[in-house]
């Protein structure tokens, strides 16, 4: 068995300051026209690739990197965001998100399996939204970083 002995991992908590804003945007987002994903040909899963204005994300990135106090003219980009979702049965093999350094995700607080699994994977919880979504469902947002910036 291999060790890493240097984890290059780590996870801030942050509350979005715009997380009413950012959760109607990822629930709400329209779809692009590019709706075909390589990596999901070996998964049970529906996905879905948002067309979405990913100015919504830089109030938490902000915050983010001041956590980290990381230099400010860091050149960021961000490339996509998608949208999965899962029903009971459904599956996602394991993967990672490289060569990209950040990922994020958001989860329904009412499927113990999923945040027991998403959680298994690495990813850390880093804020909860009562009461957010449809018919009053509750949220989880969950982040992993896979390399030093």
């Given at each position: ?15 979005p300051p715009n997380k009413e804003e950012l959760l109607y945007a990822l629930e709400n987002a329209p779809l692009t026209k590019d709706q075909y994903f390589e990596w ?110």
């Open positions: 068995m291999i060790h890493n002995t240097f984890v290059h991992s780590f996870h801030s908590l942050i509350d999901t040909l070996n998964c049970s899963v529906t996905t879905e690739r948002l067309d979405l204005d990913l100015d919504v994300f830089f109030p938490s990135l902000d915050l983010f990197f001041k956590d980290l106090e990381a230099n400010a003219n860091l050149n960021i980009s961000l490339h996509e965001v998608w949208r999965n979702t899962y029903s009971k049965g459904y599956f996602q093999e394991l993967h990672d998100h490289l060569p990209l350094h950040l990922s994020g995700v958001v989860f329904l607080t009412d499927w113990k399996e999923a945040v027991r699994f998403i959680e298994y994977l690495g990813f850390k919880r880093e804020g909860f939204h009562q009461k957010y979504g449809p018919n009053e469902t509750d949220y989880y947002t969950y982040a992993k970083i896979y390399k030093e910036l």
